[in-house]
């Protein structure tokens, strides 16, 4: 059997609202993309995960669908959506639609029939109140809030994972789930080329267990939708933050890989989440990341996304954005998977820098905004906290270059810009052979050419070490060695003693390393072996 295209292949995640604008209304839309396609054709990505353009009032960004055969307005139109596919496959890229089907939006049709008490009120999850008449049970939503609320017309309680006006779906109900096949056929039939499947581990719930995640039917409704796609070749992807190692391969049965996010959870306060990131902890990280390379599904390897801050301020150097961020591309599309880049990771965009609450635009950010002020929190807190974690941060608009507003629109964005648009921007970076998009672009590269980066065995080596990350791709006798320095500092590594010395330098121009001795590397030292000291040593080294 021939490996699948993805294995071969770099995604990469266009948040539309933030990509390009092509009509100067200060939103990017489809146009946009297709204007830019042939920056990604030259980045070399295989396929773009597209965050949600369907018609949506947009109470989540577009993960609140009121109509999944339309496109949004502000967005473009069906032509231009086809456009968009047509002239992708004329550079190898494929469109992978976001698919939200835990939940739609409260201005669905469907749920206006429901709340009318029409015959699509069971495509929804509708209990009685309490005795006291308040929500059935205790469940609280992910943005904060109760997870049920109140239809007064009926006196029932709607179930919602996420905002109010984002109701579940009802998947016990056949008829919805019949609704929802139809739709993926219809896209599937436009000729895409797959879905990423949001909060797919969210379908099999059993609100009245108070289950969520993980639910009793979860992959039975998987294997149902999955006969959408069955004998086409399509890409699927399982956004799932509850999968753990053990239960992965239940979801790999239907799908092409699993987006979890154990490494991004590693790096959280275990109680009080996301908004406490503990230090950074590169032996946890590791752990973790080399936890899953064993797993026995194919795995998706990624640093970010719109939901997440951005990869070089989460993980990279703050004295050497650039390095740091070349390291970071490198260590994470050598590894087994599937890269994904995030929109902007390319040049290696920072996260931004809001002075004021008014910048905000993230639902979930401003309703923690209201329950923080309400325990005592200060405002300058707060917006550091949002700078740092929120998902706002990342979704500022692309910087093409120096010009005003970043060259994203010729008006005013909906958003305003990241950090630093004049200094980092696609334009200087792509001019800069040492720069970001230089090495992304060749990693993909290498992806495509050399099989030990798309099959070789995984072993993580020096897991405890706390600066370098490093690791080993071994296929038919060869050995490609992975060695990074993630530290702000110079570090002298020790390589484990069966690494021996190199043969083949990975990247072209730069010299082989020796790990058969110890080797001092790192952001500007000049002791370092690869005649460029600004960067990750990289080995390719035969036993
Ligand atoms: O995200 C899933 C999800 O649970 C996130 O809301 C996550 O908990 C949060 O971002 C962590 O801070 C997906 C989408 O990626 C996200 O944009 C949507 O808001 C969400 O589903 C609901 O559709
Ligand atoms: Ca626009």
């Known amino acids: 059997m021939t490996a699948p295209w993805w294995h071969g292949a770099t995604g990469y995640q266009v948040y539309p609202r933030s990509f390009c604008d092509s009509n100067g209304d200060g939103i990017g839309d489809i146009p946009g993309i297709t204007s830019r396609l042939d920056h990604l054709a030259a980045l070399g990505v295989g396929f773009v995960w597209l965050s949600p353009v369907y018609a949506s009032p947009m109470a989540d960004m577009g993960y609140d669908i009121s109509d999944y055969r339309a496109i949004a307005p502000e967005f473009g139109t069906l032509d231009d959506f086809d456009h968009l596919v047509a002239e992708a496959a004329r550079r190898d890229i494929r469109i992978v639609m976001d698919l939200v089907v835990n939940h739609t939006s409260d201005d669905h049709a469907w749920f206006h029939n429901a709340l009318a008490g029409g015959d699509r009120r069971d495509f929804y999850i509708w209990r009685d109140p309490a005795p006291d008449g308040g929500p059935p049970n205790a469940m609280q939503s992910v943005f904060g809030g109760p997870a049920w609320t109140r239809d007064p017309a009926s006196g029932q309680y709607y179930f919602h994972q996420f905002t109010a006006q984002q109701p579940d779906l009802n998947w016990d109900n056949p008829a919805m789930r019949a609704e929802i096949t139809d739709m993926m056929t219809w896209w599937l039939d436009r000729g895409i080329g797959g879905f990423r499947l949001d909060v797919i581990d969210l379908i099999g719930k059993d609100v009245d267990r108070g289950i969520t995640t993980d639910g009793p039917d979860l992959h039975r409704h998987i294997a149902e939708i999955a006969q959408t796609w069955a004998g086409r070749d399509v890409l699927t992807v399982g956004e799932a933050w509850s999968v753990t190692p053990e239960t992965a391969p239940l979801y790999c049965e239907n799908l092409s890989m699993v987006f979890q996010f154990a490494h991004v959870i590693a790096g959280w306060h275990p109680e ?16 973790v990341l080399f936890e899953w390379q064993a797993s026995d599904c194919w795995n998706s390897l990624f640093w970010g996304n719109h939901d997440l801050p951005r990869a070089v301020s989460a993980y990279g150097s703050r004295r050497h954005r650039v390095a740091s961020a070349r390291a970071l591309a490198t260590v994470l599309h050598l590894m087994r998977g599937t890269p994904f880049i995030y929109q ?6 920072k996260n931004a820098a809001f002075s004021d609450l008014g910048q905000f635009r993230d639902v979930e950010t401003l309703n923690l905004h209201r329950i923080r002020m309400a325990a005592g929190e200060d405002e300058a807190t707060f917006i550091a906290g949002a700078n740092a974690n929120g998902r706002d941060t990342s979704r500022t608009p692309v910087h093409w270059d120096a010009g005003p507003s970043g060259g994203f629109t010729t008006g005013t964005p909906w958003i305003t810009l990241g950090a630093d648009p004049a200094e980092v921007n696609v334009a200087a970076d792509r001019a800069d052979p040492m720069g970001v ?25 020096s897991v405890d070490d706390r600066q370098v990350m490093a690791y080993t791709r071994t296929l038919r006798g060869q050995v490609l060695a992975v060695v990074a320095n993630l530290s702000d500092d110079p570090v002298t590594y020790d390589p484990p003693a069966d690494l021996h010395a190199a043969t083949h330098p990975l990247f072209d121009g730069e010299a082989p390393v020796d790990l058969s001795r110890p080797s001092r590397s790192g952001h500007g030292s000049p002791s370092f072996s690869c005649p460029v000291p600004d960067t990750s040593p990289m080995a390719d080294v035969q036993l």
């Open 272 to 287: 009080h989440g996301k908004w406490h990131p503990l230090p950074r902890d590169w032996p946890a990280l590791k752990r």
């Open 344 to 349: 902007g990771e390319e040049v290696g965009m």
């Open 437 to 461: 998009f230089a090495r992304y672009s060749t990693l993909t590269r290498l992806r495509r050419k050399h099989a030990i980066i798309r099959e070789g065995d995984f072993t993580g080596l």
